[in-house]
Every structure is written in C-alpha cells, then in structure tokens.
T-cell receptor, first 116, second 111 residues
Framework: NAGVTQTPKFRILKIGQSMTLQCTQDMNHNYMYWYRQDPGMGLKLIYY???????DKGEVPNGYNVSRSTTEDFPLRLELAAPSQTSVYFCASRTGTAGSGANVLTFGAGSRLTVL | QKEVEQDPGPLSVPEGAIVSLNCTYS??????FMWYRQYSRKGPELLMY????GNKEDGRFTAQVDKSSKYISLFIRDSQPSDSATYLCAMLSNQGGKLIFGQGTELSVKP
C-alpha cells in the first residue's frame, strides 16, 4: 500500500515551458487535492476533485489545469510556466466516506518545482 | 477577505510554556476543523481533528472550536523543543469538499 505517490520530486523548468505533476493514490479515495506551498507560507488550494470526472477550482487556480479520468490519478498541468509558480506542490487525498478517518488527508511527499 | 486567517508568527517560547495558536474563518460552511504540524522540508501531519464546538484533548494538546465566533485554537501544554514546527489550521466545508489551510504559525520552543 503506497498511499499517495507524487512524481517528480524535483524539477527545474524554463519560463514558458509546460509540464505535468503526477499524483496517484491506491487507497480508493474519492477526494483528491493539489496544494502549493511557498517558503514560510501555508498551503494554498489549487484544484480539488470529489470523484472521477469532477474537478473544481480552489484558491489559486490560474496557470494550472487538472483532470480526473480515474479514481487513482489526479495530474496537475502547468502551462507556460512562470517564476511565480516556483513552489513546493503537495497532492493529498481522503476517503470522504462515513467513518472516523473520512476527512483525514493523506499527503504525498511533495514536488519541488523551480521556474527560471 | 481570506476564508481562513492565521497569524503567521513566528512565535518563540521557552521550554515548558503554554502555547496558544489561533485561526479565524469566515465561511459558515466549514464544519470540520483540523490542526496539522509540519517540520521543515516535510509534508504536513495531522495533529488534531474536531467536528463540534467545544474542546478535544490529546495528551499535551487541546483543540478548541467556537463555531459561533468562527474561531479555533490549539493549546500546547508543557511545550518541548521537539514541538518546534509550523502549525497549520485546516477547515473542511460540508458543501463540495473544499479543504482550506491557514497560513501556518512557525513555533520555536527554546530549551
């Protein structure tokens, strides 16, 4: 049981390049989230999904896109990377079904992205 | 107005002190409240989870929720140097699944 797996762990991009951060969970969780964390700051919600085929914007969605074609995968796409997107990105999931652990997030290890 | 407000600190206290961390929120749809702890260069880990107004205690940690005031707190008793970390409040809406974090408070407990 791997939990939430994020790839890559580190990436350096040039301004204007595009890339996809991958996130996979093997816990059959309904809800998945993408957050970014800038140095010394909290986590800001980029996008989230309540199930396959359903996504919604969070607090800072501009410059990003997501899709949720399967329960397991929730990739985050950066189009036309900008220096302001330099950050650590965390993917997280939760089951959302009834039970004591329904609302507890399981986090991936994070992806550190630098845009130069 | 941000949906969740948290004083970013930093907060520095001597070992053994009682620490009080707070968050306010504006969205009445938030029904579930959590505190996460994050060590440097690590992902957040769940510390406390509460649903209703009132207090919940777990060892040296007490989480307090006042829904009428839209205010939550985390108290740490007998603080230890190992408690030095960033503490983030998090709130979950009962409408649609949005889960928002506060800005985080950086805590340093000095021996």
């Amino acid at each position: 049981n791997a939990g939430v797996t994020q790839t890559p762990k580190f990436r350096i991009l040039k301004i204007g390049q595009s890339m996809t951060l991958q996130c996979t969970q093997d816990m059959n969780h309904n809800y998945m989230y993408w957050y970014r964390q800038d140095p010394g700051m909290g986590l800001k919600l980029i996008y989230y999904s309540v199930g396959a085929g359903i996504t919604d914007k969070g607090e800072v969605p501009n410059g990003y896109n997501v899709s949720r074609s399967t329960t397991e995968d929730f990739p985050l796409r950066l189009e036309l990377a900008a220096p302001s997107q330099t950050s650590v990105y965390f993917c997280a999931s939760r089951t959302g079904t009834a039970g004591s652990g329904a609302n507890v997030l399981t986090f991936g290890a994070g992806s550190r992205l630098t845009v130069l | 107005q941000k949906e969740v407000e948290q004083d970013p600190g930093p907060l520095s206290v001597p070992e053994g002190a009682i620490v009080s961390l707070n968050c306010t929120y504006s969205n009445s749809a938030f029904q579930y409240f959590m505190w996460y702890r994050q060590y440097s260069r690590k992902g957040p880990e769940l510390l406390m989870y509460t649903y209703s107004s009132g207090n919940k205690e777990d060892g040296r940690f007490t989480a307090q929720v006042d829904k009428s005031s839209k205010y939550i707190s985390l108290f740490i008793r007998d603080s230890q140097p190992s408690d030095s970390a960033t503490y983030l409040c998090a709130m979950l809406s009962n409408q649609g699944g949005k889960l928002i974090f506060g800005q985080g408070t950086e805590l340093s407990v000095k021996p």
